[in-house]
């Protein structure tokens, strides 16, 4: 059972569109990462948040926390080609012992030109 | 510079044998990972290293026997492969829950 649950599996959208990724989970964790991954190569991390309500930006890319901690969003502005990829969540719940990371299935995202 | 690296890239053999992949970080991290990424691209931790203990061992087959000289490095041997084995591994580090840092993977493939 995958304690976090991420949609839309798949996404295609045209280049200068918006997109939002969902990772939801029943669980509270201590911390939550997203990562975004190319083929062929490994998951590359792109933010980390702890805090309720925590909102984080990355040039394009918006990233929240909820509020009680069990579920996150990725919000990306005009996508462009280049944010092709896996959009990966990843994170340690609350009750699990520390350095153990719980995985999403991810987010196919497919931004043509 | 890169900060994890894994060795070799890519793993091709026969049922039956045995083989290891490598991995070292140059992070200073203290914890290490190996996930096991499958055909649908699900990530799944094998094994978790800090500073050389062993602190997370999954529901993984006796055949893999991850070793930790420091910290390094830390080294996964496969013995017996099986065609089920075939997949991507990725070993990665991390410092307390900042996010981890993943190599690059060896596609293990088993004929």
């Known amino acids: 059972t995958q304690l976090l649950e991420q949609s839309p599996q798949f996404l295609s959208i045209q280049e200068g569109e918006n997109l939002t990724v969902y990772c939801n989970s029943s669980?509270?964790?201590?911390?939550l990462q997203w990562y975004r991954q190319e083929p062929g190569e490994g998951p590359v991390l792109l933010v980390t948040v702890v805090t309720g309500g925590e909102v984080k930006k990355l040039k394009r890319l918006t990233f929240q926390f909820g509020d009680a901690r069990k579920d996150s969003s990725l919000h990306i502005t005009a996508a462009q080609p280049g944010d092709t990829g896996l959009y990966l969540c990843a994170g340690r719940l609350t009750t699990d012992s520390w350095g153990k990371f719980q995985f999403g299935a991810g987010t196919q995202v497919v931004v043509t030109p | 510079d890169t900060a994890v690296s894994q060795t070799p890239k890519y793993l091709v053999t026969q049922m039956g044998n045995d083989k290891s992949i490598k991995c070292e970080q140059n992070l200073g991290h203290d914890t290490m990972y190996w996930y096991k990424q499958d055909s649908k691209k699900f990530l799944k931790i094998m094994f978790s290293?800090?500073?050389?203990?062993?602190?997370i061992n999954e529901t993984v087959p006796n055949r893999f026997s991850p070793k930790s000289p420091d910290k390094a490095h830390l080294n996964l041997h496969i013995n017996s492969l099986e065609l089920g084995d075939s997949a991507v591994y990725f070993c990665?580090?991390?410092?307390?829950?900042?996010?981890?840092?993943f190599g690059p993977g060896t596609r293990l493939t088993v004929l």
């Open positions: 669980s509270v964790f201590s911390s």
């Open positions: 290293y800090n500073n050389k203990e062993l602190i």
């Open positions: 990665a580090s991390s410092q307390a829950d900042r996010g981890q840092f």
